[in-house]
Nanobody, 118 residues
């Protein structure tokens, strides 16, 4: 349902781009986003974007990360600039599918590792 790509190892101050493509039944009202998790911590929001292109960012990434999407391709991109060692985590793509009845279905992609060296 969700295929993520990108990630890897980069030095502090560098950039990476994550991509996530959704397939299957994608409702017109949905939210796609990226979350991240480090060992022993809860998964946290990095950034999200609605089908209407409204964005939301975690406080720690504001001004450094940019989320965008291509609705025709059901793809979401996360451009990560000025990376810091504390950005090191496993990043997960998420899709919240809102059915017209009000039902919500959430999908998670497989995580992709981002490692920022100091």
């Amino acid at each position: 349902q969700l295929q993520a790509s990108g990630g890897g190892l980069v030095q502090a101050g560098g950039s990476l781009r994550l991509s996530c493509a959704a397939s299957g039944s994608i409702f017109s009202s949905n939210v796609m986003g990226w979350y991240r998790q480090t060992p022993g911590k809860q998964r946290e929001l990095v950034a999200s974007i609605t089908s209407g292109l409204m964005t939301n960012y975690g406080d720690s990434v504001k001004g450094r990360f940019t989320i965008s999407r291509d609705n025709a391709k059901n793809t979401v991109l996360l451009q990560m600039n000025s990376l810091k060692p504390e950005d090191t985590a496993v990043y997960y793509c998420r899709l919240d599918n809102f059915h017209y009845s009000g039902a919500l279905t959430t999908y998670w992609g497989e995580g992709t590792q981002v490692t920022v060296s100091s």
